[in-house]
């Protein structure tokens, strides 16, 4: 025996959080809705976990930062779930799916069923073994996806006051994980394979402004390489770490954001897959009628560049997510899913804003050894993406509003020109 629901969220991550709040809006019934999660805790804005959460002073703690604080909206916490009649069910993982049967089976032996289901199981952190690296089981060595290893990493971080740490891969993970190392005052290295950090969005341009800010707070940089092994002392922690290149880093402790894979095994054979996630159509609908997929764990068709793609940005997670409970609920009237890709981050005293694609030529302006300066990407001789560091609102807008129209872009000098101009004119 189990129980039964209409809808079940499988997950528990910012989709969750947001798929529960559009719910209630559109006026779930009590007992109707809930959620299953492997975390013990009810729905939070992840990304506070690299940021807010890792401050040596007056630190992001829960219940501060559940859904939907991120969206500047109402504070979703385990009382508001009961008052609106959502069964949170945490601190459970569930083990297989059969979808004939429409059932979930949690590793505490319990089925449960439902009517609909919204997959939001996001992504797990890779870890070092899977590219051949032992040891990174070790104690003070952490990665960084949820709760428990925010927790585990701040209380390495503690243990090690004005010692070394060295932080493994140039990506989001790695860029703010250093950040927070560094006002910690714990000295900094970071090792990454590629040529500038951020490899995947960045510019080398964009990429060397931050490189140099980091580096005039302290923090050092290895690049070209990778770390192939860690010396271990007699109580299994971490004392040093060997690179290809050959040299041997001391470290009192590891931070590795080496990037993520989205959590689709237990649909793998069951539902298509695509991009490394669960391909869906622009009403967030898998291939299987019954099961949505959201969040970081869904390949979904982006409208303005005619592609499926699966995006790991908390923006796309909260924004998939409304739009499937929408068209859940009221399908005739919603539409398909028309997204501008949005990313974001904030480090120290810096803050910049991406909308759009980072395809094609790359066109800078602004002021580069000043506070606000960006670029626009122009493919196929269309304006696709635009990033901004140090913008006002009022401009992060504007480029936000010119990278949707997608205009037609003749002469690139004339836009370097224009610079920011342009968007705040479009
Ligand atoms: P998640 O939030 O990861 O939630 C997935 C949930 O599913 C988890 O609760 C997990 O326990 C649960 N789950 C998985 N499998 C099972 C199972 N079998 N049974 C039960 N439960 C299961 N994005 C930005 O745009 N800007 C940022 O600055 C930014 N900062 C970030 C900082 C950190 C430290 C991290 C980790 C991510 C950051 N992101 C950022 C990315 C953003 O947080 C994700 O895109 C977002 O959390 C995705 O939401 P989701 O609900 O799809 O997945």
């Known amino acids: 025996m189990g129980r039964a629901f209409v809808y079940v969220i499988l997950g528990g991550g910012v989709a969750a959080g947001y798929a529960a709040q559009e719910f209630v809006k559109r006026g779930v019934s009590h007992g109707e809705l809930c959620i299953i999660s492997g975390e013990p805790v009810a729905p939070y804005e992840r990304p506070a976990l690299s940021k807010g959460f890792l401050l040596p002073e007056d630190p992001a703690r829960l219940p501060s930062f559940h859904c939907c604080v991120g969206s500047n909206e109402e504070r979703l916490t385990p009382k508001w779930y009961k008052e609106h009649g959502i069964e949170l069910i945490l601190g459970t993982r569930v083990k297989s799916v059969d979808m004939r049967r429409k059932t979930l089976l949690t590793v505490t032996g319990e089925t449960i069923s439902y009517k609909i289901l919204i997959v939001a199981t996001g992504a797990r952190a890779l870890k070092l073994e899977e590219f051949g690296v032992t040891g990174s089981d070790a104690e003070n060595v952490c990665y960084l996806r949820d709760l428990a290893d925010a927790t585990r990493l701040v209380s390495v971080m503690q243990s090690c006051m004005d010692g070394n740490a060295v932080v493994i891969g140039g990506g989001y993970i790695g860029m703010e994980c250093a950040a927070s190392l560094v006002i910690n005052k714990i000295n900094v290295t970071m090792v990454f394979p590629e040529a500038h950090c951020m490899g995947r969005l960045f510019s080398p341009r964009i990429a060397s402004y931050y490189e140099e800010f980091y580096k005039s707070k302290g923090v050092k940089f290895i690049k070209g390489t990778v770390l192939t092994s860690f010396d271990l ?9 060997s690179l290809r290149d050959g040299s041997k880093l001391p ?9 993520i894979r989205a959590n689709t095994s237990l649909f793998e054979g069951q539902l298509t897959l695509e991009k490394g996630g669960i391909k869906v159509n622009g009403k967030m609908q898998s291939s299987n009628a019954s099961v949505y997929a959201v969040g970081d764990v869904a390949a979904f068709p982006v409208k303005m560049f005619a592609e499926t793609r699966r995006l ?3 923006d796309s997670a909260r924004k998939t997510a409304r739009h499937a409970v929408a068209a859940i609920m009221e399908p005739e009237k919603a539409g398909e899913f028309d997204y501008l890709p949005f990313f974001y981050s904030r480090v120290f005293t810096l803050s910049w804003q991406f909308y759009g694609d980072n395809a094609g030529e790359v066109i800078h302006f602004g002021d580069f050894s000043g506070k606000t300066f960006g670029a626009y990407w122009i493919n196929k001789g269309h304006l696709v993406g635009s990033f901004l560091e140090g913008g006002t609102k009022e401009q992060y807008e504007a480029i936000a509003k010119a990278t949707r129209l997608k205009p037609a872009i003749e002469d690139l000098v004339e836009l370097e020109r224009q610079g920011l101009g342009f968007a705040l004119t479009a």
């Open 233 to 241: 002392n007699s109580d299994g922690k971490v004392t040093a770490v």
């Open 251 to 259: 470290a009192d402790m590891v931070v590795i954001g080496i990037g």
């Open 312 to 314: 790991e940005h908390v």
